[in-house]
Nanobody
Framework: QVQLVESGGGLVQPGGSLRLSCAASGSIFRIYNMGWYRQAPGKQRELVARITILGNTNYADSVKGRFTISRDNAKNTVYLQMNSLKPEDTAVYYC???????????????WGQGTQVTVSS
């Protein structure tokens, strides 16, 4: 089975930085889109950043200019560099991948288990 494993979360002071990583493993033919979502207490899960197989990116307005998403296709890994962190960035961050397991079959979404990011003085 395909697995996505996140790492890099933790506790950081406002204005600090963290880098999240998500590695996909298992039987994978091709990963098309990869993204980071987050969910704070009492809120819906929201898209933070997304990157396509060709490297096109988009970001939530709240993180533009502060976060950068990137990917290493050879390693099936996506990263999220988070700078100038704010308390409102506190949430569980989830990795998502839109991928194809076998050539010629439908694409499907897979999710990681989530990693906690806490921004507090």
């Amino acid at each position: 089975q395909v697995q996505l494993v996140e790492s890099g979360g933790g506790l950081v002071q406002p204005g600090g930085s963290l880098r999240l990583s998500c590695a996909a493993s298992g039987s994978i033919f091709r990963i098309y889109n990869m993204g980071w979502y987050r969910q704070a207490p009492g809120k819906q899960r929201e898209l933070v950043a997304r990157i396509t197989i060709l490297g096109n990116t988009n970001y939530a307005d709240s993180v533009k200019g502060r976060f950068t998403i990137s990917r290493d296709n050879a390693k099936n890994t996506v990263y999220l560099q988070m700078n100038s962190l704010k308390p409102e960035d506190t949430a569980v961050y989830y990795c998502n991948a839109d991928l194809q397991v076998v050539v010629g079959t439908r694409r499907s979404d897979y999710w990681g288990q989530g990693t906690q990011v806490t921004v507090s003085s």
